[in-house]
């Protein structure tokens, strides 16, 4: 079982204010979740991650947030930005064969309102 | 500054056909990956690819996938006889420079696959 699920297809929040983005999974094996960030027509861009042994890391106006025993991560965004509208991934990576792989949730699209 | 580009951008094809797709490291990497997304949905994995060899291959990548590096340089995604459901977004990743083993990868800007 290596599901990682975003449970909003989308969000929509005023300019300035905090994004709060969700993630759960199922697989107590994942070692670094990540979040990551696509423009359409894009690949994903890598934005932030976190290890699993870990439960905060903090990069400028993003926050990873970890609570492994709900198995749930979420990312902070504040303060939001028009930049910031994109659709987020939630993705966990499993260290396989040698080479990692990553599992991705369904996305959230969020869009911030001026 | 983008580590892999790929081509085509856009390719049509009729069912049946083979397809390549192609990446090409802006330096010298010894991780590959192919993911994919279909139109609405996740990004997916397919392969990865380390030191010439497949390392992983989700059930996805099945006997009408396959990957080489026929030249050294360039990362092939070919799929021999395609259906309709391959119609997608493929994008090629490599770790980001310096970081390795913990799922940072740099996306290319993806091949748009369509299938008639």
């Known amino acids: 079982d290596q599901q990682v699920k975003q449970n909003s297809p989308s969000l929509s929040v005023q300019e300035g204010r905090i994004s709060i983005l969700n993630c759960d999974y199922t697989n107590s094996m994942f070692d670094y979740f990540l979040w990551y960030k696509k423009y359409p027509a894009e690949g994903p861009t890598f934005l932030i991650s976190i290890s699993s042994i870990k439960d905060k890391n903090e990069d400028g106006r993003f926050t990873v947030f970890l609570n492994k025993s709900a198995k749930h991560l979420s990312l902070h965004i504040v303060p939001s930005q028009p930049g910031d509208s994109a659709v987020y991934f939630c993705a966990a990576s499993l260290l396989g064969g040698g080479a990692q792989k990553l599992v991705f949730g369904q996305g959230t699209r969020l869009t911030i309102n001026p | 500054e983008p580590e892999v580009t790929q081509t085509p951008s856009h390719q049509v094809t009729q069912m049946g056909q083979e397809v390549i797709l192609r990446c090409v490291p802006i330096?010298?990497?010894?991780?590959f990956y192919w993911y994919r997304q279909i139109l609405g949905q996740k990004v997916e994995f397919l392969v990865s690819?380390?030191?010439?060899?497949?390392?992983?291959k989700s059930e996805i990548f099945d006997d009408q996938f396959s990957v080489e590096r026929p030249d050294g340089s360039n990362f092939t995604l070919k799929i021999r006889s395609t259906k309709l459901e391959d119609s997608a977004m493929y994008f090629c990743a490599t770790p980001r420079r310096g970081v390795v083993n913990t799922g940072e990868l740099f996306f290319g800007e993806g091949s748009r696959l369509t299938v008639l």
């Open positions: 690819f380390y030191n010439n060899e497949i390392s992983e």
């Open positions: 330096s010298n990497h010894l991780y």
